[in-house]
């Protein structure tokens, strides 16, 4: 089931030839160098009038609304990585306490 399979491949049965690539010469041409023509003027184009942006009183309970919703959001999870954290250091700390006991009272018996 886990064996890997090595494809088959079947000898080359004569030579292979890569393919002709056919060379066409092309004729050159001579330019006389001419004067750079002049720069066309540039007119600046108009700039459009943009509204102000309106908040109306819908939209600013909108957005304090969302902007509570994310804040609430990211610390209920980062309080929870901080509980998680602190939930395994303390149950690492009595699972060391423990095996030290139990090596301390081994050592004792002896």
């Known amino acids: 089931m886990l064996r890997p399979k090595v494809p088959a491949m079947p ?3 004569g030579l292979v030839t890569p393919p002709a690539v056919v060379v066409e010469p092309t004729a050159v041409i001579h ?3 001419q004067a750079p023509a002049p720069a066309p003027v540039v ?3 108009p700039v459009p009038a ?3 942006v309106q908040l109306t009183p819908g939209a600013v309970i909108a957005l304090v609304g969302s902007g509570t919703a994310v804040v609430l959001v990211v610390g209920a999870v980062l309080v ?3 509980l998680a954290v602190a939930i395994t250091g303390a149950s690492i700390a009595i699972c060391a306490l423990v095996i030290r006991s139990l090596i301390n009272a081994d ?3 002896r």
Request: charged residues 15%; hydrophobic residues 20%.
């Open 11 to 13: 000898q080359p049965t």
């Open 80 to 82: 929870s990585m901080l």
């Open 50 to 52: 943009r509204p102000a």
């Open 31 to 33: 330019h006389t160098p």
């Open 107 to 109: 050592t004792k018996r």
């Open 43 to 45: 007119s600046p184009a």
